[in-house]
């Protein structure tokens, strides 16, 4: 349960919930040839423009989705946790990827091929629904998220990108601690989209009125209904 009232559905893709609970005939029809690999912090899963041979499952740790411009400069514009799923819609379109992931920390993703995917998605109206389902809500998400960055000052943006993170981080064993974001300044500022002097300069503002704390790259978010407020959703 929240602390606090927040709209996470209008920013976080639901993409956990595909898989979750599917029969297990047709699990192990879209698992049957699945492997785990262990990706080291910064590892590349798929780069933009490359073509998808199937599709990764987050089974524990933080992958960054985001685009690069002409210039190679990154913006971060969706993190994803345990339980996600990525890759599915270049390879649903039979398109190039539009977007690049990457490990925000070591972790273990799945990877299913391309041939079984597309044949659990034949035979299970389940999984396909919920892949029609998620994918519509995303739509909506980036719509949210494009309006919304767009009008928000970078403080305000960074408030948001806080209190997102923090959905993805908690600890439901850890419920009444505050949350601790490990990520890097570097990351956090191509995700609020801002210069990482700036970045530095609004959490040293946060860390003054004691809404965080700070230990080494770790964000220590002590007062979140606060910084809840200061993001200006209302």
Same mark, same amino acid.
């Given at each position: 349960m929240?602390?606090?009232? /927040?709209? *996470?559905?209008?920013?976080?893709? @639901? #993409?956990?919930?595909?898989?979750?609970?599917?029969p297990?005939?047709?699990?192990?029809?879209?698992? %049957?040839?699945?492997v %785990?690999?262990?990706?080291?912090?910064?590892?590349?899963? /798929?780069?933009?423009?490359?073509?998808?041979?199937?599709?990764?499952y987050?089974k524990?740790?933080?992958?960054? @989705?985001?685009?690069?411009?002409?210039?190679?400069k990154?913006?971060?514009? *969706?993190?994803?946790?345990?339980?996600?799923?990525?890759?599915?819609? &270049?390879?649903? #379109?039979?398109?190039?990827? &539009?977007d690049?992931? &990457?490990?925000l920390?070591?972790?273990?993703?799945?990877?299913?091929?391309?041939?079984?995917?597309?044949?659990a998605?034949?035979? #299970?109206?389940?999984?396909?629904?919920?892949?029609?389902?998620?994918? #519509?809500?995303?739509?909506?998400?980036?719509?949210?998220?494009?309006?919304?960055?767009?009008?928000?000052?970078?403080?305000?943006?960074? &408030?948001?990108?806080?209190?997102?993170?923090?959905?993805?981080?908690?600890k439901?064993?850890?419920?009444?601690?505050?949350?601790?974001l490990?990520i890097?300044?570097?990351?956090?500022?191509?995700?609020?989209?801002? %210069?990482?002097?700036?970045?530095?300069?609004?959490?040293?503002?946060?860390?003054?009125?004691?809404?965080?704390?700070? @230990?080494?790259?770790?964000?220590?978010?002590?007062?979140?209904?606060?910084?809840?407020?200061?993001?200006?959703?209302?």
């Amino acid at each position: 349960m929240q602390a606090f009232d /927040f709209p *996470y559905d209008k920013f976080n893709f @639901k #993409s956990d919930a595909i898989l979750d609970g599917l029969p297990e005939e047709e699990f192990n029809l879209i698992s %049957a040839n699945s492997v %785990a690999h262990i990706y080291k912090k910064g590892e590349i899963l /798929f780069r933009e423009g490359s073509y998808p041979t199937g599709v990764y499952y987050i089974k524990e740790g933080k992958v960054k @989705k985001y685009k690069t411009d002409k210039d190679g400069k990154e913006q971060i514009f *969706y993190i994803c946790k345990n339980g996600e799923l990525l890759g599915y819609h &270049a390879l649903l #379109s039979e398109e190039k990827y &539009a977007d690049s992931s &990457a490990t925000l920390e070591e972790s273990t993703i799945g990877f299913i091929p391309k041939e079984d995917f597309l044949k659990a998605l034949q035979v #299970s109206s389940i999984l396909a629904n919920r892949i029609l389902k998620c994918m #519509s809500h995303e739509f909506g998400v980036l719509v949210n998220e494009i309006t919304v960055f767009a009008q928000r000052s970078v403080r305000e943006r960074l &408030a948001l990108c806080l209190i997102l993170l923090r959905e993805k981080y908690k600890k439901e064993d850890e419920i009444k601690k505050p949350v601790e974001l490990d990520i890097s300044r570097d990351d956090l500022a191509k995700f609020v989209g801002t %210069a990482r002097e700036t970045l530095v300069r609004l959490l040293r503002d946060l860390k003054e009125e004691g809404l965080i704390e700070t @230990k080494g790259r770790k964000i220590i978010l002590k007062q979140s209904d606060k910084i809840s407020k200061i993001a200006n959703l209302s």
